[in-house]
């Protein structure tokens, strides 16, 4: 839903800068032999040539639109070179785009506030950059100014065809012009230098929309393609707005620009000019009328953001016609496709940029092949977002069964016919950067590796090397464990009477759930899997050098499981414990105290923030103090953890 903003200033310098055709620019700069030739941008899939993604300006001279597929674009344009995106993973990857994106906006940023709004398409806020230059230098007193600003369109200013530059310069250097028109002007020209040295450094062309506000910005940005700049003046925004189609105004493409056409007639954003502030609350609510009285007077209170990394992560597929999706292994197929990609988009994310994702939301199309109403939408739903492919996968899998027993109006196993899925995507949300000099959840991350080797590399990061769908869920490890060295079976106890023995003893066996032995007698140490590594106290010294782990790992590390014997993880109420083996539990909890990430203990259920906050002050702990049956943090962690909670997430 639309918000309401008040603008803070009539003062501002926003600009919009959107790459033009970018996916054929990029694909230009790769292949240079295709530098004026009509080119197209088409899907991985084959079919009749394949759909276009984006389409060159010289083929669109000739008639192609993104609208045909590849076999239409060439009768129209014969001589059309068509450019396959990549693939992986069986779906279009979009990674040298988003990339090339990166480096434009990279340049844009140097000189203001800067707001990626997506792959190919910046919002700028040159504010402060405009003032500077227009205290620095008069522009009345401006001499030299380069071609590429006197190119600029200017809204509202009459101009002659053989003297279209000599009239923009006399409106950048009026002595006459308000204060708002010359910080305008100045906004003018630092674009136009930006839009120059995107083309010197990455080769690639972009227009730019110049006005008072993002949303006047954004619809002069495309007034004027390609590598040209429009400036909106506030004289002109009244001419520029009222014979504009209502549906092309943002947010206002669907039900709510439906309404406007159906309940008041409104057509074009003059129309809604008629209707009174008051009349408009009455209709659509107070803050969606006074959104609506603004936009159509070119009012606009929304911030550039200051954001140069995206918002969000996604991956998605579509799967039209015949290639929907009838059944929960083809569905958990590709679900598993879309978690890999989310997966490594999350982990350079974080290694790049460090920060972190803590929502997971599943989307989906659908229909019911028994229901006369086949657009009835999807539910989407969301969960908190666990690193790790394996883990993401097996949230999305449940999350997708809950939205499709929604979705069919029934708690009965969905598995059989009658609903088609086409279109899927899972979207990692609410990224925050890691606050520095605290220990955050992703140490817990990073402590898999260390804390977890395999004799056999894995691929996946944040995921234990077992953690799969196809493998139980709820598999359990007794107190004595097997390991096969050269084709021998051997028996494998642990002694726990230290912490540091307890985390040996999962280093050895590479599991997530270590148990401690009935007895607490010492046990011979295992030899290490590879005689070549470090030995683990070399690790954990190097470990203890670069600053403690957080708190998590320790839940990693102690994590229970089932056995036939009596066994107790460390960190849980256990009478088997002695008294020294609790002192060592103590300090190895108070050790960790100061770098504990309070927003991590803040995820966590009530009754187990109570719990943990319990253990970080032993002192105070009630010598009769309980846990709730089921509610403690190892469960909390354990990973038959997410049996009990499938229902809660749906």
């Not at 308000?178 to 906004?187: E, F, I, N, Q, S």
């Not at 469960?635 to 909670?645: E, I, L, M, R």
Request: with cysteine; hydrophobic share 30%; net charge neutral.
């Amino acid at each position: 839903m639309p918000v309401a903003r008040p603008e803070t200033s009539d003062s501002r310098i926003i600009a919009h800068v959107d790459m033009d055709c970018f996916y054929v620019q990029v694909e230009q700069r790769k292949q240079p032999h295709l530098r004026g030739q009509p080119t197209a941008v088409v899907q991985y899939n084959s079919w009749k040539g394949g759909g276009l993604i984006a389409v060159g300006y010289e083929a669109r001279k000739d008639g192609v639109k993104r609208s045909m597929r590849g076999n239409e674009a060439k009768k129209v344009c014969p001589q059309i070179q068509l450019v396959q995106v990549p693939v992986a993973r069986g779906k279009a990857d979009l990674t040298i785009y988003r990339n090339a994106g990166s480096e434009v906006v990279s340049i844009l940023a140097r000189k203001g506030r800067c707001e990626r709004a997506s792959i190919d398409e910046v919002y700028l806020d040159l504010t402060d950059a405009a003032e500077t230059m227009l205290k620095g230098t008069p522009l009345e007193n401006l001499e030299n100014i380069d071609e590429e600003v006197l190119k600029s369109h200017v809204l509202g200013l009459t101009l002659n065809e053989n003297d279209e530059k000599e009239i923009v310069r006399e409106w950048l250097t009026r002595r006459d012009a308000d204060h708002r028109d010359k910080l305008l002007a100045c906004g003018a020209i630092i674009v136009a230098q930006l839009r120059m040295q995107v083309l010197r450094e990455t080769e690639f062309t972009c227009s730019a929309g110049i006005a008072h506000n993002k949303m006047l910005a954004k619809l002069a940005s495309g007034m004027n393609k390609p590598a040209q700049q429009t400036i909106v003046t506030s004289a002109s925004v009244k001419g520029l707005l009222e014979p504009l189609p209502i549906k092309k105004m943002k947010q206002l493409g669907g039900k709510l620009g439906s309404s406007l056409q159906t309940d008041l007639g409104v057509n074009t954003v003059g129309d809604l000019l008629q209707f009174s502030e008051e009349k408009l609350q009455d209709i659509y609510g107070s803050n969606t009328g006074t959104w609506l009285w603004n936009i159509a007077r070119g009012i606009s209170g929304d911030e550039v953001e200051g954001r140069l990394l995206p918002k969000s992560h996604g991956s998605g597929k579509t799967f039209p016609g015949v290639q929907a999706l009838k059944s929960l292994a083809a569905v958990e197929k590709w679900l598993k496709e879309l978690c890999e990609e989310l997966s490594e988009r999350l982990q350079i994310d974080l290694e790049t940029n460090k920060r972190v994702a803590h929502t997971l939301t599943l989307h989906a199309n659908a229909y019911k092949s028994t229901d006369t109403d086949s657009h009835k939408k999807f539910p989407s739903k969301s969960c908190p977002l666990r690193y790790g492919a394996g883990k993401i996968l097996e949230d999305s899998v449940n999350l997708f069964q809950a939205g499709l027993r929604e979705f069919l109006w029934s708690y009965m196993s969905p598995v059989g016919g009658g609903w088609g899925i086409t279109g899927l995507s899972v979207t990692a949300s609410k990224i925050v950067a890691i606050p520095s000099g605290t220990s955050s959840i992703t140490r817990y991350f990073h402590g898999q590796d260390r804390f977890h080797a395999s004799s056999e590399p894995s691929d996946e990061k944040f995921a234990p090397k077992d953690d799969n769908l196809s493998q139980s869920r709820t598999e359990s490890h007794s107190a004595s464990h097997l390991t096969e060295r050269d084709g021998e079976r051997t028996p494998m106890t642990h002694d726990t009477s230290t912490f540091d023995q307890h985390e040996t003893a999962c280093k050895d066996e590479a599991t997530e759930s270590c148990l401690t032995s009935q007895h607490h007698e010492p046990q011979p140490r295992l030899p290490n899997i590879d005689d070549g590594k470090r030995t683990y106290e070399q690790k954990r010294k190097a470990t203890k050098e670069k600053g403690t782990s957080s708190i998590l790992r320790f839940f990693q590390t102690n994590s229970c499981s089932s056995s036939s014997q009596e066994t107790k993880c460390l960190g849980m109420e256990s009478e088997s414990l002695t008294e020294s083996q609790n002192k060592v539990r103590t300090n190895s909890w108070r050790y960790n105290v100061d770098e504990i990430d309070q927003s991590v203990v803040e995820e966590l259920p009530p009754e187990l923030q109570e719990e943990l906050r319990t253990w970080l002050r032993p002192q105070k702990q009630a010598k009769s103090s309980t846990v709730k049956r089921g509610s403690s943090i190892a469960h909390y962690f354990s990973p038959n953890k997410n049996q009990h909670t499938n229902l809660k997430r749906s």
